[in-house]
């Protein structure tokens, strides 16, 4: 599976946006990329995936890099409740069989 | 309902004992994923079930044991556990195991320890 490298760590006030950013320049045509986050003491959760085109949902917007070898999650404003690490991940189909190969993720702290 | 379920959510086993890890999803999802997670360290996918069939092992000792009964139900068969096999053991479910694009459901995960 291709690469991702985040950031160790970010930190962020409470109701200003954040940037979390992911470099993937080994990112082949048909890999989606995935954002994941896990808060303390909890699974995983899927948070928001894209292929080329930039990414809202009701959590987050994705923004992808034209030539798709970084991407960004964007909080819009961040609460206490999205400290949390987050994880980029580039998923292949196929015979990957869906495999999620996590990185170390960015650990995410919100300050009040 | 996007619930993955997962029981018992503790369990302390000594290295003789068999004990059994249960995962449950009614999502209609036809893909469920084993993965362990020590403290600290992101997840590592353990086994891929695609349509009841196990369909990856990323070399996983034997002592460790998966079993799909039907498309809602995967367990984890624990046998002969060692003291570093303690983990955070966290069950996920997708709709589908080889399209890249579905995004996978998890459980809040079975804290393992083996004494």
């Known amino acids: 599976d291709a690469k991702t490298t985040q950031p160790n760590s970010m930190e962020s006030n409470e109701e200003e946006p954040v940037h979390l950013p992911c470099n993937h320049s080994?990112?082949?045509?048909?890999?989606?990329i995935h954002w994941y986050r896990q808060l303390p003491s909890q699974g995983p959760e899927y948070v928001i995936h894209?292929?080329?085109s930039n990414v809202n949902n009701r959590m987050a917007s994705l923004a992808i890099a034209e030539d798709r070898k970084s991407s960004t999650l964007i909080l819009h404003r961040a609460t206490l409740r999205d400290a949390a690490v987050y994880y980029c991940?580039?998923?292949?189909?196929?015979?990957?069989?869906?495999?999620?190969?996590f990185g170390q993720g960015t650990i995410l702290t919100v300050h009040p | 309902d996007t619930e993955v379920t997962q029981t018992p959510k503790h369990l302390v086993m000594g290295m003789t004992n068999k004990k059994s890890l249960k995962c449950e999803q009614h999502?209609?999802?036809?893909?469920m994923y084993w993965y362990k997670q020590k403290a600290k360290k992101p997840p590592e996918l353990m086994f891929v079930?695609?349509?009841?069939?196990?369909?990856i092992n990323e070399s996983v000792p034997s002592r460790f044991s998966p079993e799909c009964p039907n498309s809602s139900l995967l367990n984890l068969h624990l046998h002969a556990l060692q003291p570093e096999d303690s983990a955070l053991y966290l069950c996920?479910?997708?709709?589908?195991?080889?399209?890249?694009?579905?995004?996978?459901?998890f459980g809040p995960g079975t804290r393992l320890t083996v004494t």
């Open positions: 996920a479910s997708s709709q589908e195991s080889g399209v890249s694009s579905y995004e996978q459901y």
């Open positions: 999502m209609g999802h036809r893909a």
């Open positions: 080994t990112i082949s045509g048909t890999d989606y």
């Open positions: 079930y695609s349509y009841e069939k196990l369909s």
């Open positions: 894209g292929l080329t």
């Open positions: 991940i580039l998923r292949r189909g196929g015979t990957s069989y869906g495999k999620l190969t």
